[in-house]
């Protein structure tokens, strides 16, 4: 059993690239997320997906867009990378009516 | 603005005692409050939670503590050893929502 499971784990863009970081689960979770960790601020919501074919918009959604290809994949998709997307990205999902949210492993994306 | 706001931003403990970590909240619909602890590289993992119900659980060295009407709530390691040493997240979670909301998290270091 896998959990969640991210990739690529590390990347290193150039400004104004474009990239997606892919997010898969097998545990049969109805909601997904993505979620930015930056020094000092916690993690942030970018993106979330209450079940298949719904997105909608977190805390800090700019710059970002997703997709929720079926109920095990989650992508999110970075157009044009700014230095400001420099930060670790992680997925996660939660099963309906249930409060434990399962993290994967993370993305470490660093955009020069 | 913050939903849920975390102190210390970083806590140095000697070997054998108590490390305390501070969380308080405004929304008073949350109805789940976990603990999220991440070592350096990986993802966050569930540590312990309470529902607002009870004021304090117990799992092994860890204890949350929660009050209701001050809308706090913190997490007690008691024993603290240095394979404790990670960061810890707070949260608090919604069902109707369907969102989590963590604070910016306490880097815990425990000193041999």
């Given at each position: ?112 | ?36 602890q991440q070592f350096p590289g990986k993802g966050p993992a ?14 092994g060295r860890f204890t949350i503590s929660f009050n209701k ?25 919604y069902n109707t929502g369907n969102q989590f909301y963590f ?10």
């Amino acid at each position: 059993n896998a959990g969640v499971t991210q990739t690529p784990k590390f990347q290193v863009l150039k400004t104004g690239q474009s990239m997606t970081l892919q997010c898969a689960q097998d545990m049969n979770h109805n909601s997904m997320y993505w979620y930015r960790q930056d020094p000092g601020m916690g993690l942030r919501l970018i993106y979330y997906s209450a079940s298949e074919g719904t997105t909608d918009k977190g805390e800090v959604p700019n710059g970002y867009n997703v997709s929720r290809l079926n109920k095990r994949e989650f992508s999110l998709r970075l157009e044009s990378a700014a230095p400001s997307q420099t930060s670790v990205y992680f997925c996660a999902s939660n099963p309906p009516g249930h409060s434990t949210i399962y993290f994967g492993e993370g993305s470490w994306l660093t955009v020069v | 603005q913050q939903q849920v706001k975390q102190s210390p931003q970083s806590l140095i403990v000697q070997k054998g005692g108590i490390s305390i970590i501070n969380c308080a909240y405004e929304n008073t619909a949350f109805d789940y409050f976990p603990w999220y602890q991440q070592f350096p590289g990986k993802g966050p993992a569930l540590l312990i939670a309470i529902r607002p119900d009870v004021s304090e659980k117990k799992e092994g060295r860890f204890t949350i503590s929660f009050n209701k009407s001050a809308k706090q709530f913190s997490l007690h390691i008691m024993d603290s050893q240095p394979g404790d040493s990670a960061t810890y997240f707070c949260a608090a979670f919604y069902n109707t929502g369907n969102q989590f909301y963590f604070g910016t998290g306490t880097s815990l270091t425990v000193i041999p």
